[in-house]
Structure formats: C-alpha cells, structure tokens
C-alpha cells in the first residue's frame, strides 16, 4: 500500500491529521515532513522506483526553508514526480494565493477545517477519492 505523505510545520496539526486518519481506519503508512526540504530530500531519490512513491501528498503553503509554493512548483516541473496527487492544506484563503497553487499545477486546494469533526470529513474524503475513486497515469504503481 503506498504511503500519504503529509508537510506541515505545525506538530498540532500533524497530530489531528495522524488521529483523524487513524480514527477513520485509513490503511495507508502516514509520512511526515517538518517542511518542503525534508520532503523534497526525501522524494527526489525514490522518482525512478514508481512503486515508493506516495498515493498522494497533503501540502502546507507557509513553512520554513522551502514553502508549499516552492514544493509544489519542483514537483510538477519534474516529469517523474508531477503525476503524483498534490493536495494544498492551508489555512489561506488567499483568493491570489489559491489561484497560484492552482497554476502551478496542485490537484486541489483545501482551507483547514476548524473542527475536528471537518477533518475526520475530509481526510476519509480526500482518501476514498485519490485511491479509490480517481484513475490517475501512476495508477499502475500499486
């Protein structure tokens, strides 16, 4: 089963998405990342063994050394990294901001809930569609 990998700086938030997943019996391996560097370091060597690569991403726009921009630009300019899913998790709703990470190819934009119950929606949502519900080219990975 491929792993969700999830950047966000905030810990709080690292914790309600890991128990709202946990809480929804989603299967998958949980993978975090502090920020846009770590997950960039971590990513860039699995892009030729298709099979390690994540089911999808959630992503955060504002963090340290290298933002959600920054990551979701490198991941769609690189052909063997842009089919992966890219979901942006953030608490902007920067109509600019949205517009952005759209042109730069992310899959979906998502405003943080502020209740855990919207959460627990949510990620038994995003789930259910980028592994279930949508065809996608990597698709033969699994």
């Known amino acids: 089963m491929l792993p969700i990998l999830i950047v966000d700086d905030d810990k709080d938030d690292q914790l309600l998405l890991a128990t709202a997943f946990k809480e929804n019996r989603i299967p998958n391996q949980l993978k975090f990342f502090n920020d846009g560097?770590?997950?960039?370091?971590?990513?860039?060597?699995?892009?030729?063994?298709?099979?390690?690569?994540?089911a999808f991403i959630l992503l955060d726009l504002n963090m340290p050394r290298l933002n959600g921009l920054q990551v979701l630009k490198h991941m769609k300019e690189d052909i063997l990294l842009r089919s992966i899913p890219i979901v942006i998790l953030s608490t902007s709703q920067s109509i600019s901001q949205i517009r952005e990470c759209y042109k730069l190819g992310a899959n979906c934009y998502i405003v943080k809930?502020?209740?855990?119950?919207?959460?627990?929606?949510?990620?038994?949502?995003?789930y259910r569609f980028w592994t279930t519900v949508v065809t996608l080219p990597n698709k033969s990975r699994n």
């Open 113 to 126: 809930p502020d209740s855990f119950d919207s959460l627990m929606d949510i990620s038994a949502q995003l």
């Open 37 to 54: 560097m770590e997950l960039i370091n971590y990513i860039d060597p699995l892009k030729l063994e298709h099979n390690k690569l994540p």
